[in-house]
């Protein structure tokens, strides 16, 4: 059984959902892939613990502290390889940038390959569930194009912004999203 609530924000609406014990789900408005892991539908249930938990956790995101992701019980829901590349975007530290290339070198040590593409740690990034929490805002392209953000670019420079990142060599792209 799966729960959900709201939580208003600076970047808009954000859903929380979560199994009971952890979070499985923080979308933003609109997000693109929004809830798609979650193959029942989500009960509406604003007094739990681990909501709680998570709006604090959330209220000092936003007042520009710089909460700890361990703070939190999360429970993400995908494949083995995708959960590999959401633990790499929880060690991009606060105020930092990471390409892809380089979560995908990660990716092949942690694999024994020679190589990973791209494109499919792009994949999993653009598939995370829990948005802010599991900082996939915080990955560009290797020229420093804003690209790939589920959320929404607009929302994206938000939260880069909010963080204090230096965007003077990030762009955002003029067409597409390849990475």
């Given at each position: 059984?799966?729960y959900?609530?709201?939580?208003?924000?600076?970047?808009?609406l954000?859903?929380?959902?979560c199994d009971g014990?952890?979070i499985?789900?923080?979308?933003?408005?609109g997000?693109?892939?929004?809830?798609?892991?979650?193959?029942?539908?989500?009960?509406?249930?604003?007094?739990?613990?681990?909501?709680?938990?998570v709006k604090?956790?959330?209220d000092?995101?936003?007042?520009?502290?710089?909460?700890?992701?361990?703070?939190?019980?999360?429970a993400?829901?995908?494949?083995?390889?995708?959960?590999?590349?959401?633990?790499?975007l929880?060690?991009?530290?606060?105020?930092?940038?990471?390409?892809?290339g380089?979560i995908?070198?990660?990716?092949?040590?942690?694999?024994?390959?020679?190589?990973?593409?791209?494109?499919?740690?792009?994949?999993?990034?653009?598939?995370?569930?829990?948005?802010?929490?599991?900082?996939c805002h915080?990955?560009?392209?290797?020229?420093?194009s804003?690209?790939?953000?589920?959320?929404?670019?607009?929302?994206?420079?938000?939260?880069?912004?909010?963080?204090?990142?230096?965007?003077?060599?990030?762009?955002?792209?003029?067409?597409?999203?390849?990475?």
């Amino acid at each position: 059984m799966y729960y959900r609530t709201t939580y208003p924000s600076p970047v808009g609406l954000i859903t929380l959902a979560c199994d009971g014990d952890n979070i499985v789900g923080v979308w933003n408005e609109g997000q693109k892939y929004h809830g798609a892991d979650i193959s029942v539908e989500m009960i509406e249930k604003d007094d739990m613990p681990v909501f709680d938990a998570v709006k604090k956790w959330l209220d000092r995101y936003f007042a520009g502290k710089k909460p700890a992701i361990s703070e939190l019980t999360l429970a993400p829901i995908g494949g083995e390889f995708w959960k590999s590349v959401w633990t790499i975007l929880c060690e991009i530290p606060y105020g930092e940038i990471t390409t892809y290339g380089d979560i995908a070198k990660k990716m092949a040590v942690k694999m024994n390959k020679e190589m990973m593409s791209s494109q499919a740690v792009g994949g999993a990034v653009g598939h995370n569930p829990i948005s802010i929490i599991i900082p996939c805002h915080r990955v560009v392209g290797a020229n420093g194009s804003l690209t790939g953000y589920a959320g929404g670019l607009k929302t994206k420079v938000k939260l880069l912004e909010l963080e204090g990142v230096d965007m003077s060599r990030l762009f955002v792209p003029t067409k597409g999203t390849a990475l």
